[in-house]
Nanobody, 115 residues
Framework: QVQLVESGGGLVQPGGSLRLSCAAS????????MGWYRQAPGKQRELVAA???????NYADSVKGRFTISRDNAKNTVYLQMNSLKPEDTAVYYC?????????WGQGTQVTVSS
């Protein structure tokens, strides 16, 4: 089981950028495929970006071309660079393994895109 702590969220204007970080501990991070998920008010949690243990990436259509997921196995950290943010990107962002582990959900980090 891996423990995860997200950080880097905040309030940003439309068109702005944020970089989220997810620090992992408690297990061998490098063996896991990882993902960034988000949950907007009144909506189900969705996977927006994924990265395999080998570094292969995949994105939801809604963020493709704007978000970039990466990982640093030496630092046990996965990142989400978010550019050209839109109001519809407003949500709580979580990282987890992919597929997600029920026991590994953290508190998430709030991202609010508003002028």
């Amino acid at each position: 089981q891996v423990q995860l702590v997200e950080s880097g969220g905040g309030l940003v204007q439309p068109g702005g950028s944020l970089r989220l970080s997810c620090a992992a501990s408690g297990s061998i991070f490098s063996i896991y495929d990882m993902g960034w998920y988000r949950q907007a008010p009144g909506k189900q949690r969705e996977l927006v970006a994924a990265i395999t243990r080998g570094g292969r990436v995949n994105y939801a259509d809604s963020v493709k071309g704007r978000f970039t997921i990466s990982r640093d196995n030496a630092k046990n950290t996965v990142y989400l660079q978010m550019n050209s943010l839109k109001p519809e990107d407003t949500a709580v962002y979580y990282c987890n393994t992919n597929p997600p582990s029920r026991r590994s959900w953290g508190q998430g980090t709030q991202v609010t895109v508003s002028s």
